[in-house]
């Protein structure tokens, strides 16, 4: 046989194979062979089988009703065209049970719908168990619904997934309806997805648990409702949320945000805006409790609303506040910004806290229950905060024995306490009603109590001392007393006793 004819025989063969029998899958980027369904394969899970690590398997448009496993093997299966939301929409993995399972490997999903899964226990949509390093990317995940956790997706301990520009929407779960982590081995990476219209009784869009560890950057959560909070670090957990447009969700008992029991997180330049949050000591934007951590900076919290703490709940955990935007918000009832209760260590420190509202006390800043607590507020901008029938406008310290509060070098002006006679509001800066607090370097202009201290009240049980800790004589008058601050223009309902800028409570009596 000469050289010609051989290579044209082996040519003629390679063709038949490829024609009839489907064994010459083209090449892709990558360096596996394609499998396509259903020109090469009837279904999904032939051209699995058929598949080894490396290689893809590409999905004509079109309806899937069956169960996608991908065992332990490393392959890709995607969509035509992952980058037009059209086909995705139109390459539909639907189940009637889990969709999509992850036993092991490093599996990709891509370009594709996985919608309609239903499960009596965990993972409607996608399960992905130990062992498993998966990215879903550019996917829709909807309408899927576990009866206990993980309605989109569902992490077993030892599990990694990389949630990379996919849609979230309409999935429910018990707990975590969008996302579920569920031990400290177990991780994820949430980049660039949209979750809308998700719902649960605890963690509507993410839930970590047991020392899961989640980084949830650049997403957009909106529309999402439910119980326990949105997204919820539990049990030791840790989070890095950054970036992310969390607006117009409705939520009790945990908010948008909820790190509870001993975990921790860095939720830094996010946007909160427009969210309800139910249920008393729930933040209409982060909620932090339970000897837990976090550090909140550069973030805009706006427009919120909550029954107690419009912007930020504090409860027994150490949580910095740093150069956060904290305006409009509704606290309810106390803590129209920022409300702080219970052993905390709490620094609020540059932020602007403006223009929120309570019906009580604290339109900027409540603190109550602070036993032992330490807590400074400096650098701040606190303006234009309301409470519509008690005390401090600007700042309010209810209860707290042992307190320790530093308030310090803070531009504090316009804030007003109660102007109704009904309720006859004092301090509308500043209310202090216990610990000591050392109070120096602030200047307090145009603030308005209806009854006393327009700018800062101080009751029975509260001590106001300098920079150096001295408690300073209770003696009502403007400025002279207290050298290390600057009063203007603050004013008061009954001026009979003085005090329009310090008041003690004493003197009235």
Not at 112 to 118: A, D, E, H, L, M
Not at 427 to 452: D, H
Request: aromatic share 6%; glycine share 16%.
């Amino acid at each position: 046989m000469s050289i010609r004819q051989f290579l044209t025989m082996t040519l003629v063969c390679s063709w038949f194979c490829f024609i009839t029998l489907g064994c010459g899958q083209r090449q892709d980027d990558s360096d596996g062979l394609v499998h396509n369904v259903p020109q090469d394969f009837e279904t999904i899970q032939q051209a699995m089988e058929a598949a080894e690590d490396g290689d893809t398997i590409v999905l004509a448009a079109g309806e899937y009703e069956e169960i996608v496993d991908f065992g332990q093997k490393s392959v890709t299966i995607r969509g035509e065209d992952p980058k037009d939301p059209a086909v995705v929409a139109s390459t539909i993995l639907l189940g009637n049970s889990q969709v999509v399972l992850f036993a092991g490997g490093e599996g990709t999903l891509s370009g594709v719908t996985v919608r309609g899964g239903s499960t009596g226990s965990d993972g409607a949509g996608i399960h992905v168990g130990s062992g498993s390093s998966v990215t879903i990317e550019r996917s829709v995940v909807e309408g899927n619904e576990a009866a206990r956790f993980g309605g989109g997706v569902f992490l077993e301990e030892g599990a990694f997934v990389e949630l990379l520009d996919n849609v979230f929407e309409n999935n429910s779960a018990s707990s975590g309806g969008a996302v579920y982590l569920s031990g400290e081995t177990s991780s994820a990476h949430l980049e660039g997805n949209t979750f809308t219209g998700n719902e649960a009784s605890d963690g509507s869009v993410i839930y970590a648990r047991r020392g899961a560890a989640v980084v949830i950057r650049d997403n957009v959560v909106t529309g999402n409702a439910g119980r326990g909070g949105l997204i919820v670090l539990l049990e030791e957990s840790t989070g890095e949320i950054t970036n992310n447009e969390i607006n117009d969700n409705d939520v009790a008992l945990g908010g948008p945000i909820a790190v509870r029991s001993g975990s921790s997180a860095r939720i830094e330049e996010n946007e909160f805006i427009d969210n309800v949050a139910q249920g008393d000591y729930t933040g209409g934007a982060i909620t932090v409790e339970g000897d837990s951590e976090a550090f909140i900076e550069k973030n805009v919290i706006s427009g919120n609303s909550a029954t107690w703490g419009g912007g930020v709940v504090v409860m027994s955990s150490v949580v910095d506040i740093a150069g956060n935007t904290i305006t409009e918000n509704d606290g309810g009832v106390f803590g129209g910004a920022i409300l702080v209760r219970g052993e905390s260590v709490v620094s609020i420190k540059g932020n602007a806290i403006e223009r929120n509202l309570v019906t009580d006390s604290g339109g900027g800043i409540y603190i109550t229950s602070a036993g032992n607590a330490v807590v400074e507020i400096r650098d701040n901008e606190i303006s234009d905060n309301v409470t519509g029938l008690y005390h401090g406008g600007g700042i309010s310290v209810f209860t707290g024995t042992g307190l320790s509060l530093t308030i310090a070098d803070n531009d504090i002006s316009g804030n007003s306490a109660g102007l109704t006679e009904e309720h006859q509001g004092r301090g509308g800066g500043v209310y202090l009603g216990a610990g000591g607090t050392r109070f120096f370097g602030n200047t307090m202009s145009g603030n308005e109590a209806y009854q006393w201290g327009g700018g800062v009240f101080v009751d029975d049980d509260a001590e106001l001392r300098d920079g150096e800790g001295v408690e300073l004589p209770r003696v009502n008058s403007p400025p002279g007393t207290m050298p290390e601050n600057t009063f203007s223009e603050n004013t008061h309902g009954d001026d009979q006793f003085g005090g329009a800028d310090v008041f003690f409570r004493e003197s009235a009596r």
